[in-house]
C-alpha cells in the first residue's frame, strides 16, 4: 500500500492544472503546457540531462496539493492525507478502488461526487519480502522502491514528469485511490496507486464520469514507471498498517 509519496509545489500542480486545461480545450499539443505555446518548456519538467526536482516527502496526516474541479473548473487545492474515522487510530489513507465501488462502502460517496488528481514526483512501496539491514537501527527492514514515471524527449533524454494519482476526497482530507499492480510494481507489491495518464485524469475528475467510465479508465490508463531501490538509512516515519479491507 502507499503510505509516501514526493509531492509537487503549489506552482508545479498550477502547471499541472494549465497542461491539463490545454488538453482539455485542444489549444496546444498535449505535451505543452506554458502559456508561451509549444516552445515554451512545461514548468514541472526537468531540462533534459537536469535531476528531477525533488519536493517534500509526504506521508499520512501531512498535507499535499491536488487538483480538483470545484466551481466548474479545474483548480489547485491542499488537503491532508487521510481519513479519520471514530473506530481507528490513525487516518485511513488509502481506498481500494474495488471497495470504494461498492454502494455501502464508507468511500463511495467521495468516489461519485469528489474525486481528486495527486500529483506526484514518486511514489514509495515496500518488497514484499526483500530485507537490507538499516544502518540506522542496525535490524532488517523492508527494502523500499521508489516509482516514477520517465518520459524521453525527441533527443531520447530522460526527463522525469509528475505522476497523476487517482484520488477522493471529503472535507478537507484525501486518499489515495490504489488498484492491482502493474507489470512493473507486481514484483515487489501486492497494490499500486492508481496512476493516470493525462486523458485518463481528465476523465476521473470530471463530474459527468459515471462508474463504468471509472471502471473502464482505471483499466485503460497506463503510464510507464522505473522502478529504484532505496536504502532504508533515512528515517521514515511508520503509520499503523490499514486492514487490507481498505
Known sequence: MCRHFVSVSSDEAAAVVRSLLLLQHAEEPADTCGTGGADEPCRHDA????????????????????????????????????????????????????????????????????????????????????????????????????FARIRQD??????????????????DRFSVVTVEPDDTVAPIHNRMPLVLDEQAALAWLNPASTVDDLIELARSSAVDLAAQAEDPAQPRQKPDDQLTLF
Open 47 to 146: 531540462a533534459p540531462g537536469e535531476e528531477p526536482r525533488e519536493g517534500a516527502h509526504v506521508f499520512p496526516d501531512a498535507p499535499a496539493f491536488l487538483v480538483v474541479y470545484a466551481r466548474e473548473q479545474l483548480s489547485v487545492a491542499e488537503m491532508t492525507w487521510g481519513y479519520h474515522v471514530e473506530w481507528k487510530r490513525g487516518p485511513l489513507f488509502n481506498t481500494r478502488l474495488e471497495s470504494a465501488l461498492q454502494p455501502t462502502s464508507m468511500w463511495h460517496d467521495s468516489l461519485l461526487n469528489r474525486r481528486c488528481a495527486i500529483p506526484v514526483h514518486a511514489f514509495y512501496e515496500s518488497h514484499l519480502t526483500e530485507t537490507v539491514r538499516s544502518t540506522r537501527t542496525g535490524k532488517p527492514a523492508k527494502r523500499q522502491y521508489r
Open 154 to 171: 525527441a533527443d531520447g533524454d530522460d526527463v522525469s514528469r509528475p505522476l497523476l494519482v487517482a484520488g477522493i476526497y471529503q472535507d
